[in-house]
């Protein structure tokens, strides 16, 4: 049952688009009035170019015309009853032009839209990896940990075989993971001895000040926040102290939690020493079903294996 209720809520769109279209084919079976079932088929075309976009928008417009040309010869008696032969093939020819270009024309307006928020939404990335450039400048042993742990992230995504839109999201969100840092102090930062209490409750804080900058431009990224607020907290479950239940860390944070270990464990620190790759990754595996998602994990051990092979 959850798994059934999981997969309409991913799939919304989709699944109210097939109940509409299996209304209108049902009314052209039960309602008389056939022109009035026609316009019936508008709804699925247009919530399917205003949802998926022009190519989906114009596929369901086909299949709609489809189903009525399917219909008719099978039914001739019931489309052609008390009409002219020549005016009611008219009627459906400029009622299926009609529903593919409004399927196109919705499309476009879609695609449009989803294009300038694309564009907006690069804006906003630029505009913040400028930050993340001052921040890495002021703390080098940083340099370059946000792009990596960035890329590791999308490839152990694509590994789980996450939708396009979702690996976006954690690129994205591994790209500004860190973000917060910016109000902390570069002494903090650069501190080789063990930070205080009072340093330690600045770092960790670094998700929550690094969630409220990103909320601050708006809803354009507002599908990368709560991945950037989680990435540290814990997988595991049933531990008061530290634990957090699986549900409520966002799969991108889990899987932006295991790159940015990873990368942190690989790479020199004021404190430490940078540890072999191998080495780092047993440590993951470790903590796997604890620290770290035990699915993500799998993942991350075919990408890095993958990576140590071809070194």
Do not use: C
Request: cysteine-free; proline content about 3%.
């Amino acid at each position: 049952m959850e798994n059934i209720k999981e997969f309409i809520v991913k799939h919304f769109e989709k699944v109210l688009i097939i109940i509409i279209l299996i209304a209108a084919l049902m009314g052209t079976y039960f309602i008389e009035e056939k022109s009035i079932v026609l316009n019936f088929y508008y709804l699925p075309v247009v919530s399917a170019g205003y949802f998926l976009g022009r190519r989906m928008g114009a596929l369901t417009a086909i299949f709609s015309i489809v189903v009525v040309v399917i219909s008719t010869l099978l039914f001739p008696e019931s489309f052609f009853r008390g009409h002219d032969v020549l005016s009611r093939l008219a009627q459906f020819v400029s009622w299926g032009g009609f529903l593919i270009l409004a399927s196109i024309a919705v499309g476009t307006l879609y695609e449009r839209n989803e294009q300038r928020l694309r564009d907006l939404k690069d804006a906003y990335i630029g505009v913040l990896e400028i930050l993340l450039k001052y921040l890495e400048s002021t703390d080098r042993y940083t340099k370059g940990h946000s792009v990596r742990v960035s890329e590791l992230a999308m490839e152990i995504a694509i590994a789980m075989e996450l939708p396009r839109t979702e690996v976006e999201n954690i690129r994205v969100a591994g790209l500004l993971h860190d973000i917060g840092k910016i109000e902390v102090s570069g002494d903090v930062l650069r501190k080789a001895a063990e930070l205080s209490s009072e340093e330690r409750e600045l770092m960790d804080g670094h998700t929550l000040k690094g969630a409220y900058l990103l909320t601050s431009v708006g809803s354009v990224l507002k599908e990368v926040v709560p991945i950037v607020v989680s990435h540290h907290k814990y997988f595991m479950i049933g531990n008061e102290d530290r634990g957090t239940e699986m549900d409520t860390v966002p799969l991108g944070a889990r899987v932006i939690a295991v790159a940015d270990a990873f990368d942190a464990m690989t790479t020199d620190r004021p404190y430490r020493k940078a540890m072999p790759p191998w080495q780092a990754l047993d440590e993951i595996v470790k903590n796997a079903g604890k620290q770290f998602d035990p699915v993500v994990v799998e993942a991350s051990k075919r990408v890095i294996a993958g990576k140590l092979e071809s070194v």
